[in-house]
């Protein structure tokens, strides 16, 4: 079972493997408009749920099989805190990870409630979405699950954020006419100027998306970061950059099952590939866009390997 995907070597936390909560179909309570997943439409819960063991396991083994190492990821063919065994899975891999960190990717929908946030609370670092704060955008942006509420998830933040010991991110990000207005950035500035962020992304579509949009100019970011600063936090705006020495250079070997798992979720750059695959899996990629299975898809400036 695919459970494990990379390493991918991250903008912003280094090599890091990735770990699938939901490894069989898209289990999401978004659907958002830049997904890098196929759409679907948002799930109240996960239908399909995997033993805490077998996850488990299968990072015991990748743990042996991948060396220079910086983080265990932890995400989903959706969002990972519909996963209902996440404080049981936390606890137990404090026993195995030994030194490395763990990073969460979340949207931030469930944190407000007592019993995912206690999970969270297991993580090194947090990272969660925030693309809306007005209702309207909220809906168009992240196609949400009808029952969630936009004021339940943004007191749910703040708590979590008030309690969370670990370092706290946030990421937004932008959709051409859509949430990039100037009363909504600073909307979104006013609430997360109070956060104790170690960091906020401003990121624009840097992978293929669900649905056809595109981002904002460099110009209209570099405006953003503007007023994110002026709220005094820490903005960046993240660019790609080959890390060779904190990367496992070219030295990581997959399967052709794997590789087709690293880039369903995560279409890899062609850049990526070179610095992290070892040449024998870099001819197992050739052979699988000979036979059509991946193809190159082009967003902005960077070319990508895309499961097709």
């Known amino acids: 079972m695919n459970i494990i995907f990379g390493p ?4 912003r936390f280094g090599t890091s493997l990735g770990v699938d909560l939901s490894p069989k179909i898209k289990q999401c309570n978004y659907d958002c408009l830049y ?60 026993d195995i990870k030994g030194d490395l960190q763990t990073l969460l990717l979340t949207n931030g929908s469930t944190l407000y409630d007592p019993c995912i946030a206690r999970a969270c609370l297991l993580f090194d670092k947090v990272k969660f979405s925030l693309d ?6 909220f809906k168009k942006i992240d196609r949400p699950h009808k029952e969630l509420d936009l004021n339940k998830i943004l007191k749910g933040i703040y708590t979590f954020a008030g309690d969370f010991k670990g370092e706290l991110y946030a990421e937004i990000l932008f959709v051409k006419n859509v949430n990039d207005s100037i009363e909504e950035i600073h ?15 401003i990121s624009p579509i840097d992978r293929p998306p ?76 050739k052979e699988l866009i000979a036979s059509k299975k991946v193809s190159i898809k082009t967003v902005g400036n960077t070319s990508f390997y895309w499961k097709t």
């Open 210 to 285: 669900a649905y056809k949009v595109t981002s904002p100019s460099p110009e209209d970011f570099k405006q953003f970061k503007l007023i994110f600063e002026r709220f005094n936090i820490p903005t960046f705006i993240p660019e790609r950059k080959d890390n060779k020495e904190n990367s496992t250079h070219n030295n990581i070997h997959l399967s052709q099952e794997e590789i087709l798992k690293t880039l369903n979720l995560r279409p890899m750059s062609l850049e990526d590939v070179e610095l992290l695959w070892d040449l024998q899996t870099q001819k197992t990629l």
């Open 35 to 94: 997904c890098e997943l196929e759409g679907k439409k948002a799930d109240k819960q996960m239908q399909e749920i995997l033993e805490p063991k077998l996850i488990l396991d299968e990072i015991q083994r990748s743990l042996q099989r991948f060396k220079g190492l910086n983080s265990i990821t932890i995400t989903a063919n959706g969002e990972p805190t519909l996963y209902p065994h996440l404080y049981e899975l936390m606890l137990k891999l404090e």
């Open 8 to 11: 991918v070597q991250s903008r």
């Open 187 to 201: 909307k979104m500035a006013q609430f997360l100027a109070p956060l104790p962020l170690k960091r906020l992304d």
């Open 132 to 137: 809306a704060i007005s209702q309207d955008v």
